[in-house]
Nanobody, 118 residues
C-alpha cells in the first residue's frame, strides 16, 4: 500500500511562514512528478506547485515568488515552503504524487489545514 502523509500545517499570522512536508511510504518502484494543491472553503481544488523527479518546478501565478517547492528523492518527500502568507492562502493543502507501482498511479495525501489569520 502506498501512502502520502502530510505535515506542517497550522495557524500562522499574515506575513508568516510555514513549511509543509509530504512523505511517501509503501512498496513502489519510483516516484515521478509530485505536487501540492489547495482547496479553500467553497472553492475548487487548485494546483499550487509541481516538481518533476529531475527537479523541474512549476507554480501557479498566484504563488510565484512566494512559495517554493522542493523534494528529497532519497527520503521520498516533497516540501512546500510558504512565505509572506496572506489570509487568501488559507486552505486545505493536499500532496499529490505519480508513483509507479507496476503501472503509474496518482496518489493523494489526506490534506493539512493552513490558516492565515491575525
Amino acid at each position: 500500500q502506498v501512502q502520502l502523509v502530510e505535515s506542517g500545517g497550522g495557524l500562522v499570522q499574515p506575513g508568516g511562514s510555514l513549511r509543509l512536508s509530504c512523505a511517501a511510504s509503501g512498496s513502489f518502484f519510483t516516484i515521478r512528478a509530485m505536487g501540492w494543491y489547495r482547496q479553500a472553503p467553497g472553492k475548487q481544488r487548485e494546483l499550487v506547485a509541481t516538481i518533476t523527479s529531475g527537479g523541474t518546478t512549476g507554480y501557479a501565478d498566484s504563488v510565484k515568488g512566494q512559495f517554493t517547492i522542493s523534494r528529497d528523492n532519497a527520503k521520498n518527500t516533497v516540501y512546500l515552503q510558504m512565505n509572506s502568507l496572506k489570509p487568501e492562502d488559507t486552505a486545505v493543502y493536499y500532496c499529490n504524487a505519480y508513483i509507479a507501482v507496476g503501472a503509474l498511479h496518482a496518489y493523494w495525501g489526506q490534506g493539512t489545514q493552513v490558516t492565515v489569520s491575525s
